[in-house]
């Protein structure tokens, strides 16, 4: 018989009804994009977006006279459809890398050619059809009223130990990163972890699953800390870096020791309408000066290794050591291999 599984309820969002609002809108966006003027890229609304358009986009208009329109992502499907059409819509693809990495192995994106960045200047090198521009740490949180120096954990091994931090945990409910802590916390060695040695990693979750409480949506997993619903969680530093900031509620520790890096990144579609304008925006996005003005406002880190030194020291101490040896990147490779199998795998054991 299978068991409740402890989580928190979140308010339903309303993002197939905008998308549903925002799909005729589309026809009118590629002929726009067809201008020599402009360039369409995918967005996904919020507090990035408009910070994007403020600190990045305007001033590449400014400079360029090249107009920038967001056009609403729905997947990869939309791209394998507008393309076998032969009615490309969008330029630029945006998205986290382990969806970049699965449209490249569909081969939906055109090469890019390499003259066009700093190479010397990027923490992570792009492929030979993605970018990256950004990446976020995850690691462990906690409340350091309620637990100071010595009384939280710090990196995922006391993370796993409960007779150490006895205490209930929060994890998203995605295996991805879920399985790479677990590995980690059990003692492999960053280097080690790809391919994932699932069968481990789950006897690994077994240990704590009684004390975890599942977020359902990444915000949750800062607020059920700072609600006192559970002791310590797994997060991205930048959620961590808000609560300290005015209306951030109960401002919150994180520990930097060790992190999952994860990575946003850009590519350029097959048969774009506007190819030329799409790469001087993305050279544009990943000039040190750009990233700099971006991430001062963000705080997470640029993958321009100059615009480090351009952030404000502030902003500074909240980037993570990309060189940490007890550090992971997570493949982007791997995941886009294996994110549905090991998704419908997660789900299983959930519910068990």
């Known amino acids: 018989m299978n068991r409740s599984i402890p989580t928190v309820s979140r308010r339903s969002l309303l993002a197939g009804a905008a998308g549903a609002l925002a799909a005729p809108m589309l026809g009118g966006l590629a002929r726009a994009a067809a201008r020599s003027n ?7 609304g919020g507090t990035y977006q408009d910070t994007l358009i403020q600190y990045v986009i305007n001033p590449f208009t400014k400079e360029t006279g090249i107009e ?44 890019l050619d390499p003259s066009m960045f700093d190479l010397n ?42 007779k150490k931090f006895p205490g209930r945990r929060s994890f998203r409910t995605s295996p991805e990163g ?58 991205f530093s930048g ?28 590519a350029v579609l097959k ?3 506007n190819t030329e304008n799409a790469m001087k925006l993305m050279a544009y996005m990943l000039r040190p000066e750009a990233q700099a003005r971006l991430q001062d406002q963000l705080g997470y880190a640029p993958v321009s290794k100059k615009a480090v030194s351009m952030l404000r020291p502030e902003v500074r101490k909240w980037l993570p050591d990309l060189s940490n040896p007890n550090s992971l990147t997570v493949s982007d490779e791997y995941w886009a ?16």
């Open 121 to 162: 200047d990027l923490a992570i090198q792009p492929t030979s059809d993605v970018v990256v521009d950004q990446l976020y740490a995850s690691g462990i949180t906690w409340d350091p009223k309620k637990y100071g120096p010595g009384k939280h954990p710090t990196n995922f091994a006391e993370f796993f130990d409960l």
């Open 38 to 44: 402009s360039v369409s890229m995918v967005g996904y």
């Open 337 to 352: 291999d294996n994110r549905e199998a090991l998704t419908s795998r997660f789900k299983e054991w959930l519910q068990s």
């Open 271 to 273: 048969g774009a309408p």
């Open 68 to 111: 920038v329109q967001f056009v609403p992502f729905s997947d990869l499907a939309k791209i394998k459809a507008m393309q076998l059409i032969g009615n490309v819509e969008w330029d630029i693809c945006t998205g986290s890398g382990p969806l970049l990495a699965s449209g490249s192995k569909q081969g939906f994106w055109q090469k």
């Open 239 to 266: 959620r961590v870096k808000a609560t300290t900031e005015p209306g951030g509620g109960v401002p919150l520790a994180y520990s930097f020791e060790q992190n999952l890096f994860w990575t946003n990144a850009m």
């Open 178 to 235: 879920v399985l790479e802590a677990a590995l980690l916390a059990d003692g492999v060695a960053p280097k080690d972890i790809y391919p994932l040695d699932v069968d481990r990693a789950y006897k690994v979750l077994d240990r704590i699953k009684s004390r975890i409480v599942w977020a359902l949506a990444t915000p949750q997993t800062v607020s059920l800390v700072q609600t006192g619903e559970v002791d310590f969680s797994w997060t």
